[in-house]
């Protein structure tokens, strides 16, 4: 994994369309994780997570863009590819990343929590595994972390207000349900 900050100008065009992706998130309620595939100087896969609105966890940022990449090539090998991430990916995505082939992924944020490319696991690059993935980690990541942060600070607010709000019935004393208050995905619950 490399962090040593020596990023392009096109490095920088990519992470901004990954953080464009991340904010389709936002907009849908979802935690705001973008991505983008790369070949030839070309964006050819796009993704933002989705998992709440689609119910599935496959919903992923990663997963999407290794979607709409494979379809754009017509094979599900993305030789000579890189993939931008605002969010390091997590275990699934990274092993997808192997398994498609791509090249090389830059990661704007690390993912405590669930972080595959080298913070708690580096599934992208385990020798024993047939293909091994570059990693470049730290691209625009204070605007990767910023746009997190202010998420998990919304989603706060918006609960302590649901909460506040919330007719209490008579055997809760005022305490509201876990099917009234959506959960808020551990994974990048360190973003706080």
């Known amino acids: 994994?490399?962090?040593?900050?020596?990023?392009t100008r096109e490095d920088r065009k990519y992470m901004k369309a990954a953080l464009k992706q991340a904010e389709k998130a936002i907009a849908l309620g979802e935690v705001p994780i973008g991505a983008v595939i790369v070949e030839n100087g070309r964006i050819i896969g796009r993704g933002y997570n989705r998992r709440n609105t689609d119910h599935t966890t496959l919903a992923h940022a990663e997963i999407t863009a290794i979607r709409k990449a494979n379809r754009k090539v017509g094979d599900?090998?993305?030789?000579?590819?890189?993939?931008?991430?605002?969010?390091?990916?997590?275990?699934?995505?990274?092993?997808?990343?192997?398994?498609?082939?791509?090249?090389?992924?830059?990661?704007?944020?690390?993912?405590?929590?669930?972080?595959?490319?080298?913070?708690?696991?580096?599934?992208?690059?385990?020798?024993?595994?047939?293909?091994?993935?570059?990693?470049?980690?730290?691209?625009?990541?204070?605007?990767?972390?910023?746009?997190?942060?202010?998420?998990?600070?919304?989603?706060?607010?918006?609960?302590?207000?649901?909460?506040?709000?919330?007719?209490?019935?008579a055997g809760t004393a005022g305490d509201i349900s876990q099917e009234q208050v959506p959960d808020q995905p551990a994974e990048n619950a360190s973003f706080d």
């Open 76 to 169: 599900w090998r993305l030789e000579g590819c890189t993939l931008y991430v605002t969010l390091e990916p997590c275990q699934m995505c990274a092993g997808a990343l192997v398994q498609s082939r791509i090249d090389k992924v830059v990661i704007g944020a690390s993912s405590f929590k669930s972080g595959c490319g080298g913070t708690l696991l580096n599934i992208l690059q385990n020798e024993a595994f047939n293909h091994q993935v570059e990693v470049v980690s730290g691209l625009m990541q204070e605007e990767c972390t910023e746009i997190l942060q202010r998420f998990f600070k919304d989603l706060r607010k918006r609960n302590k207000m649901r909460k506040k709000s919330a007719v209490p019935d």
């Open 1 to 7: 994994m490399t962090t040593d900050g020596t990023f």
